[in-house]
Nanobody
């Protein structure tokens, strides 16, 4: 099972950017689809973005135009570049990986491996 470690979270002012990283163990990480999810206090975990094993990309409507997900296979790392962050983006951000197909890629129940999360706080 692949193991994931997120980094890059922190405190940012509204309107600012932040890049999160999801580093994975294992030589076959490029064959996994990877998703980013977030959970704010008192709210359910929600989908942010995902990159398929075939490099296809998917975004939540709330993040379209404000974030980009990418993969560096040589570094076994997936990135989430977020721009124009707003206070409502404050949450713990998790990356997750799955080896099954692309159907339901936004469904967190279909991911078997999760990182520990990284806190993103956006101040107004």
């Amino acid at each position: 099972q692949v193991q994931l470690v997120e980094s890059g979270g922190g405190l940012v002012q509204a309107g600012g950017p932040l890049r999160l990283s999801c580093a994975a163990s294992g030589r076959t990480f490029s064959t996994y689809s990877v998703g980013w999810f977030r959970q704010a206090p008192g709210k359910e975990r929600e989908f942010v973005a995902a990159i398929g094993w075939d490099e296809s990309t998917y975004y939540a409507d709330s993040m379209k135009g404000r974030c980009t997900i990418s993969r560096d296979s040589a570094k076994n790392t997936v990135y989430l570049q977020m721009n124009s962050l707003q206070p409502e983006d404050t949450a713990v951000y998790y990356c997750a990986a799955r080896r099954i197909g692309l159907q339901g890629i936004a469904d967190d129940r279909q991911y078997g491996a999760w990182g520990q999360g990284t806190q993103v706080t956006v101040s107004s």
